[in-house]
């Protein structure tokens, strides 16, 4: 592969334009030399689309309607691998980069063919030495992925060069090769967990998954959620069962499952009662809970 080879950077947008402003000033600031940008518009109504038309330095995609995480980001990889890319960025659009983030992705990413999808060091935005991601493993038994070091103040604990078992979604640098032999982000969540499944599909298709801790972003992602929308409480509960339907053991999605419904599940509505004072936080779980149980792939 060429020394710099093409990255198609894609930021999907929803009625998010000022984050999604921020996150394309800190892209101008990257020293890679060959990249464009993409940004993807879910049909926002907050004028986002008005405001990105003014930018002559991306290329705007705008959807008829939301397409949600994936089959938004979707259009943008289509797009990319039309236009010859050899990898593509998935970023957050409630991100900013570090001006080295995207060099120092692609620096390893060519140092080995077996690597697919790479994720750099991110933090929170506030406060910005606290780890987002350094990593993450899965507990297939409890059905728990975690991200490691999150919450950990960064002192330099997390720098090695580590495969993991995936990579969040707030970053993803794919290598064409991942797209051609798997295709794209998997369409059954709308939301949440598209970004473990494509992970560990490629894993499981012999490529490798690489955090690199010399390349970092910061992500808006809140310290302590004060409010939880009710759609993401659905959208939690239904997609890690189909997510383990999808990729466990017959025992470790027994097991998983077991433990969401008398361990898990009563914790977090508990836990989201408290902070939303809503008792529909309770229905929302137990709808995603049977459409996950029930749902056909």
Not at 212 to 221: N, R, T
Not at 231 to 242: D, E, K
Not at 273 to 279: E, S
Request: proline content about 3%; hydrophobic content about 35%; glycine content about 6%.
């Amino acid at each position: 592969m060429e020394k710099n080879p093409k990255v198609s950077i894609i930021v999907l947008n929803w009625n998010g334009k000022e984050d999604t402003i921020d996150c394309l000033k800190s892209l101008k600031n990257i020293t890679y030399p060959n990249y464009e940008v993409i940004v993807i518009d879910n049909a926002s109504t907050d004028g986002s689309v008005e405001e990105f038309q003014e930018l002559v330095d991306i290329k705007l995609i705008v959807n008829k309607e939301n397409l949600g995480y994936s089959k938004g980001n979707n259009v943008g990889i289509q797009y990319a691998i039309n236009n010859k890319a050899d990898y593509v960025l998935i970023l957050n659009n409630d991100t900013v980069v570090d001006p080295h983030f995207l060099s120092e992705l692609v620096k390893i990413a060519n140092s080995n063919e077996k690597i697919g999808i790479l994720g750099p060091k991110t933090y929170y935005a506030e406060p910005d030495n606290m780890i987002y991601y350094a990593g993450a493993k899965i507990n297939w038994y409890t059905g728990q992925p975690k991200h490691i070091g999150q919450k950990k103040i960064d002192d330099e604990q997390f720098n090695q060069i580590k495969n993991v078992d995936f990579v969040a979604g707030s970053c993803m640098l794919i290598k064409r090769e991942v797209i051609e032999k798997i295709g794209m982000l998997p369409t059954d969540y709308f939301l949440l967990w598209e970004d473990i499944d494509y992970s560990v599909k490629a894993n499981r298709n012999g490529f490798e998954l690489v955090y690199v801790p010399s390349s970092k972003i910061w992500h808006k992602e809140s310290v302590s959620i004060k409010k939880i929308k009710t759609y993401r409480i659905y959208y939690s509960a239904r997609n890690r069962l189909i997510f383990h339907k999808k990729y466990a053991t017959k025992l470790e999605y027994f097991s998983s499952t077991i433990y969401f419904i008398l361990y898990q599940l009563p914790l977090s509505c508990l836990f989201m009662f408290i902070r939303n004072k809503n008792l529909n936080v309770i229905s929302y779980s137990l709808k995603g809970l049977f459409q996950g149980i029930f749902y056909k792939y």
